[in-house]
């Protein structure tokens, strides 16, 4: 029943296209949770492919006038990113396809140079939906999405306003995701010490959030100044590792 689902949803909420959430199998098992609304798509887009290409469904003039551009091998971002300044998009709220993951699968193989087309799309598309926004800005929400510390307090507030003003739309999803973002920015830049736990605490209530991802983490980190990606954390680790090798680890992707 997905097809007569997603037309039905596409029906009642007037969108132009629409994928679906999808749950993952193969080497990793997990729901994968897309934006609903059109506004969080858009925002979303300024981090990753918003729509997973393998459940969309769109009007057929939409199909017709915009052909997938296999030169390039980041083609469903460009896609996605191309038909969002033109029509409505959405996502089905619930599960409606498996997903396979293996590691010779395509995106797996050519990850990094997915990465790095994807990198110039994202700032033109960024550049386009912020245009008062200055290189400064670009340069703080890539190091965001790269995983990468910020060397000083004016920029991770400056991470912080970016992800609570992208934040700032009725969707749930969005907010807990900008804001586990938020999170994993403060992490990474725990060598800053207790200013980067007070900044955190500070600029967290912005996201306006029923629950708040639990911290404890980041206090210890900010206390020890680790950040999440230095030589003394991997360590820590790998430590844990060989002491627990049971547990499985899990990933949280942007």
Known sequence: NRLAAQLDWMVKTGVDACGTQARNFGDAKRILWFPETHEAIRRELVFRPALIKNSVMMRAAIARKHRW???????????????????????????????RRHPAQFTQRCSLQIRAEMRVWRQ?????????????DYNIISRVIDRERMENTDDLRLAGKWLSLLAQVEENFLRDRMARRWLETCRNSAHLGMDCRRIYRKILPEFNLSHAPSAWRLHLQCALRMGTGSRSYSILKQIKSAFQPGIRRSTRGL
């Open 69 to 99: 551009d296999e030169s390039t091998l980041a083609y469903e971002y460009r896609m996605w990113l191309e038909l969002v300044c033109r029509y409505r998009l959405g996502n089905v709220p619930m599960v409606l396809m498996r997903y």
């Open 124 to 136: 033109s598309y960024f550049s386009a939906l912020y245009p008062d926004s200055e290189p400064r």
